[in-house]
């Protein structure tokens, strides 16, 4: 077993641990304590929050918990985490330099970053997010989770941890194996067929969702729609979350309902160019940041705050 702690104080910008995980970027971490996307959870939980990850020297899959507490990042793990931890919270970030890139003009993105500095980016594994943002079409953030963790129950490995045992999340080949009628008897509905087509892609070979992150941004966009029930949106989400692109702005729902009643400019009619559009008015190159800032203070805020 390791165990280590990394100290807030020297991560520039700091860390909101609970807003990272809990604002719709990853839902490959579950809480101990059952309550992940309970919108009445005060923020600044010290929690534990687990996941599954690679050892990094030996690529062994092992069990990670992690909990943000007196100014620590304290975790807990059967592999090597730190590397982890470090590559997944994208804790080597400058939140300050990143944040000074917005515009200064922008009252709103100025109030959601307040509201949650600290939270950052996500650099989750490549596979696991892109099934998980073909399940969320029109689902609500708990039950994106909810399908994230029957896939584990169903078809994940057993790691032995704390006396329990933990499932990971299960490899392309595992779920190219099953049949639609089992996805869609885990709650996956009508997103079962494309889950199992792009598992299949990808343990055949066809296509390599990590291909996408040597390739410039337009066209990494564009490659990742080959994969079933992949548009523009969702190839945006697995291009913010797990590829590094952090210019990427996927236009969901609360991003778009932003741009009709503070950015209605940026609305250039199709999904690219209205991307485009947002992507300058948000910063450029960290556009993604302002983004999920955006999206998590939106999703949160009260009415009369946002007046």
Known sequence: MYSGAISVADL??????????????????????????????????????????????????????????????????????????TRRLRLEDDLPAIRSEAPEDDHLLARSYDAYWGMRLVAEPVFPTLVTFICSAQMRVERIHEMQQ?????????????????????????????????LRDLGLGYRAPYVLATAEMVAEGTADPLAARDLPYEEAREYLTRFVGVGEKVADCVLLFSLDFLEAVPLDTWIR???????????????????????ERLGGRYAGYAQTYLFHFLRHAEESVLA
């Open 150 to 182: 029957s896939l584990r129950t169903a078809f994940g490995d057993p790691v032995s941890f704390r006396g329990e045992t933990v499932r990971t999340y299960p490899e392309p080949e595992t779920i190219a194996a099953t049949s639609e009628a089992r």
């Open 257 to 279: 309902k932003a741009i009709a009643r503070w950015y209605p400019d940026c609305d250039r009619g199709s999904y690219g160019a209205t991307s485009a559009a947002i992507r």
């Open 12 to 85: 520039p910008g700091g860390l909101d641990l609970q807003a990272t995980l809990e604002s719709g970027q990853t839902y490959l971490w579950w809480r101990e304590d059952g309550n992940c996307f309970e919108d009445d959870e005060p923020a600044g939980s010290d929690a534990w929050y687990r996941t599954t990850a690679q050892d990094p020297h030996t690529g062994e899959e092992g069990v990670l918990r992690a909990r943000q507490r007196e100014g620590c990042l304290e975790w807990e793990a059967t592999v090597d985490a730190g590397p982890v931890l």
